[in-house]
Structures are given as structure tokens and as C-alpha cells.
Nanobody
């Protein structure tokens, strides 16, 4: 089992920034961020796996969000800049131990955090 705890959500105005953090109870190779807006499905936001060229972003957040991992402390962060109202959602940290062939496909991840809410007002 892997426990994941997210933190850092909040309410900001459009154009603002937030930094989300995810603390994992132990190392897993596959980790990513997902979000779920009201009445919507769970959407892949970003993922980072160890190794060359293994950072992924949804087109909607590319150039605004930055995902990072600290492998020494089993933490993952999501720096979110230039936030827009469409970014409003519950954000979840996800971890997987089985091979993840498509980083944005939520069912491939084994473990999930409880989520942290991000609200962006216009």
C-alpha cells in the first residue's frame, strides 16, 4: 500500500499561482497529478517518471504548470502559474506500481490521495 497526502490547494484570482504538494509513504515509479471539475471526469494534468524525457503535461496546462519530484523524500509538487477559472477542480495525486502505458489514463494508477481543492475566480 501507498498512502498519498496532498496539500496546497486554495482560492486565488485568475492570473495567480499555487503550489500543490503530494507526500507519498514510499517510493513508486509512476506518479502523476489529476483533476476533476464539477460534473466532469478525472483528467490527467501532469506526470513525472524517473528517467530521460519522462515528464508529461496536458495541453491545457503546458507552459503554465510545472511538475517535479523529490525522490529522496518521496514527494511530488505541482507549481501552477497564470491560473484561469477553467483550472478550478479537485486535484489528486496518483501513484502506480504496474506499468503505466498512458500517463493520463487514471485507471492505470493504483493509489490515490484524498484530493485538494483549487478554486480560481475571474
Amino acid at each position: 500500500q501507498v498512502q498519498l497526502v496532498e496539500s496546497g490547494g486554495g482560492s486565488v484570482q485568475a492570473g495567480g499561482s499555487l503550489r500543490l504538494s503530494c507526500a507519498a509513504s514510499r517510493y513508486t515509479y509512476y506518479m502523476g497529478w489529476f483533476r476533476q471539475g464539477s460534473g466532469k471526469g478525472r483528467e490527467g494534468v501532469a506526470a513525472l517518471y524517473p528517467g530521460y524525457d519522462s515528464t508529461f503535461y496536458a495541453d491545457s496546462v503546458k507552459d503554465r504548470f510545472t511538475v517535479s519530484r523529490d525522490f529522496s523524500s518521496n514527494t511530488m509538487s505541482l507549481e501552477m502559474n497564470n491560473l484561469i477559472p477553467e483550472d478550478t477542480a479537485m486535484y489528486f495525486c496518483a501513484a502506480g506500481e504496474d506499468r503505466v502505458s498512458a500517463w493520463y489514463f487514471a485507471p492505470q494508477y493504483n493509489y490515490w490521495g484524498q484530493g485538494t481543492r483549487v478554486t480560481v475566480s475571474s
